[in-house]
């Protein structure tokens, strides 16, 4: 958990840091500026469509009794898409565009269930539902 942390927080900056630079280098420092604010501005536009069509899914089941569990994995993607998206840097926003395009999306999915699957059959997290209403 440490070493996640320790990537997260210092390697994947410094990493993003090196990348602009490389980048400025290039082609030149206000493209690269320009790239940084145009995937922002797009990232969030693209945010708000796939939250809202994640939230009108959520609704939909809900509506028809049915658990979202499926739905409530791409809200959680979508979150993290777009908490990467603002955060500036290439790395962090191809990452953040791979799980805000619905194809990408599908593909993470598939690995999240699986890790969270086999965390479940050993033991390694617990979830616990509660069923029914209780009278205050």
């Given at each position: ?27 030149g ?8 604010v ?10 708000k ?12 089941e809900?509506?028809y009794?049915?658990?979202p ?68």
């Amino acid at each position: 958990m440490f070493l996640t942390l320790l990537a997260l927080f210092v390697i994947v900056p410094f990493v993003e840091l090196y990348i602009l630079i490389e980048l400025g280098k290039s082609i030149g420092a206000l493209p690269t500026l320009g790239i940084v604010v145009i995937t922002g501005i797009a990232g969030a536009a693209l945010a708000k469509q796939q939250g809202l069509g994640v939230w009108q899914r959520i609704r939909t089941e809900l509506s028809y009794g049915h658990m979202p569990g499926d739905v409530l994995f791409d809200g959680m993607l979508v979150l993290i898409g777009s908490v990467l998206l603002l955060t500036p840097g290439i790395l962090t926003d191809i990452t953040g565009f791979i799980l805000l395009i619905p194809p990408g999306r599908f593909i993470v999915k598939k690995y999240v269930k699986a890790w969270v699957d086999k965390k479940l059959q050993s033991g390694q997290m617990t979830y616990y539902t509660h069923t029914g209403f209780d009278e205050y």
